[in-house]
Structures are given as structure tokens and as C-alpha cells.
């Protein structure tokens, strides 16, 4: 199993652009979500999806967004991308009590 | 969801116990208490969890305080690969969130 995937690996983007972070798990998880991580922080939740189909906010939404069309995948969508958004982002997908975590995106938006 | 108090940082010698403790005194009772390490540039891995009574394995022990206000992860022997930052989470397992804190940083000297 390659477990959780992430692409890109970096990424700079410029202020106003857009894009997706992708993630795949091949676990066959319900769960997935997404977190940020800025520096010298503990992680923070975005965005979360219980299965295919319904996704639901997290504690940090706002200017992202999210669809799960299917188990395997869970895109994050960045709108607009702002300096606020520089950030690591991690990818996860959980069953019972275990998680298991992407190797994550490093993003910069200047 | 319950406060979490960890040291900011802590160092150990390679070959040594080191003792990482988490307080957590506002658990409730369906709560296990996870912990997860983050390698530096990596996601978060799993490490172990518990409920009541201590819990080893392959990476850890986890020694529970019987009021569960409080718990420590132990290494028994710490490589130079142990460096990273420790989580102390919990966790009721409704699959909502894991809320990370900032943890602990071990650093570990050869």
C-alpha cells in the first residue's frame, strides 16, 4: 500500500492564483481530511469528508474549498491565494482510531 | 475537547529512557489518549494509544495515571531518529478531529 499521496510536493504561487492540492489514499478509508500546519504550530483543520459526497468544514475554512467524488480522492482547492495561505498542508485518512498522514505540501504565496 | 499540557521541548542522550509527560485533566472518560510524532518535514505517524492501563509496543510504552488527568510516553532506548515533536491527543474516536496542540520537541544527542 502507498498509503497517503500528495501532490505537489512545493508549490509558490502568486497572490490572486489558484490551485489543487491533491491527495489519494489507497486504504480504502471513509474519513479524509485536510490540515495546515504553519510554522512552529500544532496542526489545524480545514476541511474533513466522512465518504464519498459529503465533506464538512473544519476549524480554518475559509478561502478553501473541497469535493470527495470518490473514497480514493480528496482534493483541496485554493481560490484567490493569499499571503495567509503560506503554509504546509497535510492530507489524512483515518479508520477506527488509527490516522494516517501524507508527507505534505509546502506552499508559498507571495 | 479536552486541554492538553505538554513541555515545550525536551533532550535526551542517545541509548537513554526518556520520559515525555502530557497532562490532561479535563479527559473524559470515553477519551483514549493518542500520540503521534512528527519527524521533521513528514506528516504526523501514530505512535501508540490507551484508555485505562499501560500500553507497549514495538515504538513506546504509555503509562496512564489512574485518574487519567495525565500520561507519559516512554522510549526506552532513544536513537538519534526519536527526534521530533510529540503529540499528546485526546481522543473519543467519533472521527471528527484530532486536535493537535504544539507538543513536545526531543531532541536527541549522540
Known amino acids: 500500500n502507498a498509503g497517503v499521496t500528495q501532490t505537489p510536493k512545493f508549490r509558490i504561487l502568486k497572490i490572486g492564483q489558484s490551485m489543487t492540492l491533491q491527495c489519494t489514499q489507497d486504504m480504502n478509508h471513509n474519513y479524509m481530511y485536510w490540515y495546515r500546519q504553519d510554522p512552529g504550530m500544532g496542526l489545524k483543520l480545514i476541511y474533513y469528508?466522512?465518504?464519498?459526497?459529503?465533506?464538512d468544514k473544519g476549524e480554518v475554512p475559509n478561502g478553501y474549498n473541497v469535493s470527495r467524488s470518490t473514497t480514493e480522492d480528496f482534493p483541496l482547492r485554493l481560490e484567490l491565494a493569499a499571503p495567509s495561505q503560506t503554509s504546509v498542508y497535510f492530507c489524512?485518512?483515518?479508520?477506527?482510531?488509527?490516522?494516517?498522514f501524507g508527507p505534505g505540501t509546502r506552499l508559498t504565496v507571495t | 475537547d479536552a486541554k492538553t499540557t505538554q513541555p515545550n521541548s525536551m533532550e535526551s542522550n542517545e541509548e537513554e529512557p526518556v520520559h515525555l509527560p502530557c497532562n490532561h485533566s479535563t479527559i473524559s472518560g470515553t477519551d483514549y489518549i493518542h500520540w503521534y510524532r512528527q519527524l521533521p518535514s513528514q506528516g504526523p505517524e501514530y505512535v501508540i494509544h490507551g484508555l485505562t492501563s499501560n500500553v507497549n509496543n514495538r515504538m513506546a510504552s504509555l503509562a496512564i495515571a489512574e485518574d487519567r488527568k495525565s500520561s507519559t510516553l516512554i522510549l526506552h532506548r532513544a536513537t538519534l531518529r526519536d527526534a521530533a515533536v510529540y503529540y499528546c491527543i485526546p481522543y473519543g474516536g467519533s472521527q471528527g478531529n484530532l486536535i493537535f496542540g504544539k507538543g513536545t520537541k526531543l531532541s536527541v544527542k549522540p
Open positions: 489524512a485518512s483515518s479508520y477506527s482510531r488509527g490516522w494516517y
Open positions: 469528508s466522512v465518504g464519498a459526497g459529503i465533506t
